[in-house]
């Protein structure tokens, strides 16, 4: 019998949440064996009071593990550690999203039928429009369709230039060989930005085929936002912006990329160095003051985003007059 393993880092402040989650793994139809492991994150409401009354059918069905707070992509790694050796496929949900009941079902037929990794169409936040229709990144009529009865197609552009250029993934779609890939991981060191596409670009580079769902598959929930209090003329701003800089630098020096590949990382790389600048002079001229240890961070990664402050000045003013005009 096939094994799914379904990993799902939890950390939240509201009840409710990861048992919708849950329950919407559990009530996959299918005939696979579908084992949930759990990754409390030092959540603030505990996996285990948040579970306490889901009883599977199976006792092995559902698996609560704990460990230090260390972010999505850690306690994802942490779930992934924890993966038994008989599992196939490996599915990644997150605790505040929900699944349609087809779906692992969908992604264990692809999988079957020797495609390295699945995705799916999804609902983004509060949205009743589609990503893939939203985005208008993806023409599925593009890829040749697979299946005679539902809507699975073979990808059939290269996904890490899609990734790169116009993503088109979500973490909670997912679903890929693990017996193919059991050692693949998120970095761990990107807390606020950059992990999963890390993992995707990885993922996509080293499958020989992918296969996906027009169909939605799964609709995303309103819980704990990493991007919250983020916004202009903040420090958790400069913090995001140095992890896109530390992500696209890591691709650029790690990641087998074409140079095409290479230029468009580069110059989104360009493009985050202005960003952070912008924001630091920002908090400089109306908060009047910058965490030390977010400029120290950055120096630390990248001398080179200061060269760009010169330019801000000029960017900023220009910025005015367009608006004004």
Known sequence: MTKVSVVIPYYQRKEGILRAAVLSALRQKTCASVQIIVVDDESPITARRELQD???????????????????????NFGLDHVSADTDYVAFLDSDDVWSES???????????????????????????????????????????????????SFSSNMVDQILTGNI???????????KFPDLRYPEDFRNAGEDYVFWIQLA???????????????????????????????????????????????LKVVPLTRAQRNVVSMTLRNHRMDYGRGLVHNLIHNRKVSPSVLWNQIKLDPQTFLTLPLIPALLIASRFRRAA
Not at 55 to 63: F, G, I, K, S, T
Not at 220 to 242: A, C, E, R
């Open 103 to 153: 779906h692992v079902e969908r992604a264990i037929w692809a999988l079957d039928n020797g495609y390295d990794f699945y995705f799916s169409d999804f609902y983004q936040l509060g949205q009743d429009v589609t990503a893939f229709i939203r985005g208008g990144r993806i023409r599925v009529e593009d890829h040749p369709r697979i299946h005679s009865s539902e809507p699975i197609y």
């Open 54 to 76: 889901v009883r599977p059918d199976q006792p092995d069905a559902l698996v609560i593990v704990e460990k230090k707070n260390g972010g999505a992509g850690a306690a994802r």
């Open 205 to 251: 580079s080293r499958s020989r085929k992918i296969a996906f769902s027009s169909e939605p598959a799964c609709r995303y929930g309103p819980g704990v936002n990493l991007f919250s209090d983020s916004g202009w003329g903040t420090d958790k701003y400069l913090t995001i912006q140095h992890d896109l800089i530390k992500y696209k630098k890591y691709l």
């Open 169 to 179: 993934l979500g973490t909670s779609v997912i679903v890929y060989n693990f017996k």
